[in-house]
């Protein structure tokens, strides 16, 4: 049972760093920065997120979000870890919100 309470919080870990970026993405789109911070690149090719010169910020958005999918629990383990719970455990933004986050970026674009 020790070994998964420590692969547990290894996988928490990992999405706080990776909502972290996210985060980060964010503000960038919001701000529409002309390009990537020095640090914010370094931290994606940490987590072995592709950011080529000239990328737009929603693309590498998309790409944390995928990075995340793969750490997070589908619904049917969430339950079983949590079926003596009765508080659900906090979960990083979802598609819902970053689609969001991208369609509000594309309507200020189409507006310009």
Excluded: C, F, Y
């Amino acid at each position: 049972m020790m070994a998964m309470t420590e692969e547990a919080a290894e996988r928490r870990a990992m999405l706080r760093r990776l909502d972290d970026i996210l985060e980060a993405l964010e503000q960038l789109n919001l701000t529409e920065a002309p390009e990537l911070p020095e640090r914010l690149r370094l931290s994606l090719a940490a987590h072995e997120i592709p950011a080529e010169d000239g990328i737009e910020i929603r693309v590498l958005i998309e790409r944390v979000w995928r990075k995340q999918e793969v750490h997070m629990l589908s619904p049917r383990q969430e339950r079983r870890k949590t079926s003596s719970r009765r508080t659900l455990p906090h979960r990083p933004p979802g598609h819902d919100v970053i689609e969001s986050i991208l369609r509000q970026a594309n309507q200020g674009s189409l507006s310009d």
